[in-house]
């Protein structure tokens, strides 16, 4: 499984975004919000990232799942992207997968009650580091979920991601830590894969 990640350099002009529309098919910028924020610029980050590892082509046939989960069709290549301030990551292989990228997130205890299960929130609560073991709990909560291609809608509480196999809507998941200096990333499969991971400068994943 190949994992890709690009970080925007201090002073990265998010604004002049027309290039980067263009550089894509409309199957994907039809998706895209209409406003030039950072938000659509990550996601347009993304989205280049995958043109530049596999083709125009290839984005021409993707298509989206009922909650919004990006497949291509006519392909045994499997993808997922995330994207949070100023970071954009895409894993790519031949196994289904989910990931999910953050900066360390204060804990917001309002929301323990619909993500984690009450070993989970015991575990934040005893951890020496409260901020560290929220975000990385959330993360791989998140990256099982992507891989199942929905949202909290799909019970976060139902499931338990305090260990790295484990049972999630009746199926096995391998939940596996993705290594990037000053964030937090976890990767989920179905199998366990091993992770080949690529730091992309944004200079040139534009030039090329």
């Known amino acids: 499984m190949k994992v890709y990640y690009a970080i925007l350099p201090d002073g990265f002009d998010s604004i002049n975004q027309k290039e980067l529309l263009d550089g894509l098919p409309e199957n994907i910028t039809s998706r895209l919000s209409d406003n030039n924020s950072i938000?659509?610029?990550?996601?347009l980050i993304g989205w280049h990232l995958l043109k530049n590892v596999t083709s125009?082509?290839?984005l021409k046939t993707i298509d989206f799942e009922e909650k919004g989960k990006p497949f291509s069709q006519n392909s045994d290549l499997?993808?997922?992207?995330?994207?949070?301030?100023?970071?954009?990551?895409?894993?790519i292989g031949s196994e289904r997968v989910g990931v999910d990228?953050?900066?360390?997130?204060?804990?917001?205890?309002?929301?323990?009650?619909?993500?984690?299960?009450?070993?989970?929130?015991?575990?934040?609560?005893?951890?020496?580091?409260?901020?560290?073991?929220f975000t990385q709990l959330w993360t791989r909560k998140e990256?099982?979920?992507?891989?199942f291609g929905g949202g909290i809608s799909m019970g976060l509480t139902t499931f338990s991601a305090l260990e790295d196999c484990i049972k999630a809507f009746n199926s096995k998941v391998i939940i596996q830590k993705v290594p990037i200096p000053n964030y937090i990333c976890h990767?989920?499969?179905?199998?366990?894969?091993?992770?080949?991971?690529?730091?992309?400068?944004?200079?040139?994943l534009f030039s090329s």
Do not use: C, G, H, W
């Open 101 to 133: 990228v953050e900066k360390l997130r204060e804990p917001r205890e309002i929301i323990y009650q619909r993500v984690f299960t009450e070993s989970e929130i015991q575990s934040i609560e005893d951890a020496n580091d409260k901020v560290s073991q």
């Open 78 to 91: 499997y993808f997922n992207i995330s994207n949070t301030k100023n970071i954009v990551t895409l894993a």
């Open 56 to 58: 125009f082509n290839f």
């Open 39 to 43: 938000k659509r610029m990550l996601s």
């Open 187 to 204: 990767l989920s499969t179905y199998r366990n894969v091993k992770l080949d991971i690529e730091a992309i400068d944004i200079p040139d």
């Open 143 to 147: 990256s099982v979920v992507k891989l």
